[in-house]
């Protein structure tokens, strides 16, 4: 005799149901579109749309601020019908062409594995001190650029460095256009960059100290 109960074969797996375009919403939402597309008559359909939209905005509250909310959730629920469902938008309706282009394929910036101590900013630094015309304000640049390469040279662990060191990175990353080392002028003293990188790293270690004493304290 069989004694599995009746509603076990009344179970849906969701294997055995249908592909949900956005799945954040949930099945019930999908059903809930899913008679809005049976209605026939067109008023009728319209207030259900309505209705769609309005329990959308519920389930997402932290996005009221958002510019254009609304245009997103009607984006939305043409999306969850497949772009089937037939009513009144107050926006324009997106067709499924243009939702499914694929984006333009971003541009990484350049990297220096050679030097990657200094990032990639530096050579968009340099890049535009070079464009600048010859002068004290663009000899100021790139000497700023220089102190900048030598506390990041400090920064990856290091104690010291030699300033010639710093000029010669620097005339290779700007194939050549900068040349500080025969100017004779010397560059930030290494001490100095140490004695920040020390204070940062005191106050660091203080701070976390202070978390872990006053972890597990009772608070009034």
Same mark, same amino acid.
């Given at each position: 005799?069989?004694?599995?109960?009746?509603?076990?074969?009344?179970? =849906?797996?969701?294997?055995?149901?249908?592909?949900?375009?956005?799945?954040?919403?949930?099945?019930? /939402?999908?059903?809930?579109?899913?008679?809005?597309?049976?209605?026939?008559? $067109?008023?009728? $359909?319209?207030?259900?749309?309505?209705?769609?939209?309005?329990?959308?905005?519920?389930?997402?509250? %932290?996005?009221?601020?958002?510019?254009?909310?609304? %245009?997103?959730?009607?984006?939305?629920?043409?999306?969850?019908?497949?772009?089937?469902?037939?009513?009144?938008?107050?926006?324009?309706?997106?067709?499924?062409?243009?939702?499914?282009? $694929?984006?333009?394929?971003?541009?990484?910036?350049?990297? %220096?594995?050679?030097?990657?101590?200094?990032?990639?900013?530096?050579?968009?630094?340099?890049? =535009?001190? !070079?464009?600048?015309?010859?002068?004290?304000?663009?000899?100021?640049?790139?000497?700023?650029?220089?102190? %900048?390469?030598?506390?990041?040279?400090?920064?990856?662990?290091?104690?010291? !460095?030699?300033?010639?060191?710093?000029? $010669?990175? /620097?005339?290779?990353?700007?194939?050549?256009?900068?040349?500080?080392?025969?100017?004779? =002028?010397?560059?930030?003293?290494?001490?100095?960059?140490?004695?920040?990188?020390?204070?940062?790293?005191?106050?660091?270690?203080?701070?976390?100290?202070?978390?872990?004493?006053?972890?597990?304290?009772?608070?009034?």
């Amino acid at each position: 005799m069989d004694t599995t109960p009746k509603f076990v074969d009344q179970l =849906e797996y969701n294997t055995e149901r249908p592909h949900l375009n956005i799945p954040e919403y949930g099945r019930h /939402l999908q059903k809930m579109v899913d008679y809005a597309m049976s209605i026939e008559d $067109r008023e009728r $359909r319209n207030q259900i749309a309505q209705s769609i939209i309005s329990v959308m905005g519920n389930m997402q509250p %932290h996005l009221r601020d958002v510019p254009d909310f609304q %245009h997103k959730l009607w984006d939305q629920l043409f999306i969850i019908s497949d772009f089937k469902l037939d009513v009144d938008s107050p926006f324009p309706i997106p067709s499924q062409e243009v939702l499914q282009q $694929r984006p333009e394929p971003l541009h990484y910036p350049q990297n %220096h594995p050679k030097y990657r101590y200094y990032g990639n900013n530096i050579k968009q630094m340099i890049d =535009e001190a !070079v464009k600048w015309d010859k002068g004290d304000k663009r000899s100021g640049l790139e000497y700023a650029i220089a102190n %900048h390469m030598k506390k990041c040279y400090l920064n990856w662990n290091k104690d010291t !460095v030699d300033d010639q060191a710093i000029f $010669r990175h /620097l005339f290779e990353l700007s194939d050549g256009q900068i040349d500080l080392a025969t100017d004779g =002028e010397n560059l930030t003293e290494s001490n100095q960059f140490l004695k920040q990188r020390n204070v940062k790293s005191n106050r660091t270690s203080t701070g976390k100290k202070n978390q872990r004493s006053t972890r597990g304290k009772k608070r009034y």
